[in-house]
């Protein structure tokens, strides 16, 4: 059985389908309010590392934290610590709902970092 954690923003419509389908499905989960408690660098870290993503993906493009930071033009001149930094000082920056913990895997539990909510994504991660 997977056992995730799961950041995310209460008044979040795509995190409120997130733990919808979680829910819907029996997987077991924590859910962390990302603006109160956000991931610190080494778990956003780790983020990367498991999901192959840029540092780029886990920023809310669409966010007001990231437009009044102006990291549409910092971003591409930003150190990956810097970036990971800024992300882990305002959960508003982070694109959500962020699911890390492990998943559900035909040769034994992986490592997972689901970014954002694709229903096939979470299926075929946490099914």
């Known amino acids: 059985m997977p056992t995730v954690t799961v950041y995310h923003y209460p008044a979040c419509s795509t995190c409120k389908k ?9 997987v077991e989960h924590e859910r962390v309010h990302i603006v109160e408690s956000p991931p610190t660098a080494a778990v956003l870290r780790e983020v990367l590392e498991t999901s192959g ?3 780029a993906k886990l920023f809310n493009t669409s966010g007001v934290s990231y437009r009044e930071g102006g990291f549409k033009d910092r971003l591409p001149g930003m150190s990956e610590a ?3 930094a800024a992300l ?13 913990g492990t998943g559900s895997e035909p040769e034994g539990p992986a490592k997972l970092a689901l970014v954002g909510f694709r ?9």
Do not use: F, S, T
């Not at 997130?18 to 029996?26: F, I, Q």
């Open 18 to 26: 997130a733990l919808r389908w979680l829910d819907a499905h029996g």
């Open 53 to 55: 993503l840029p540092v």
């Open 82 to 84: 810097d970036a990971l």
């Open 88 to 100: 882990a000082a305002d959960g508003k920056l982070i694109k959500r709902p962020l699911v890390i």
């Open 119 to 127: 229903e096939a994504d979470y299926a075929a991660r946490l099914g």
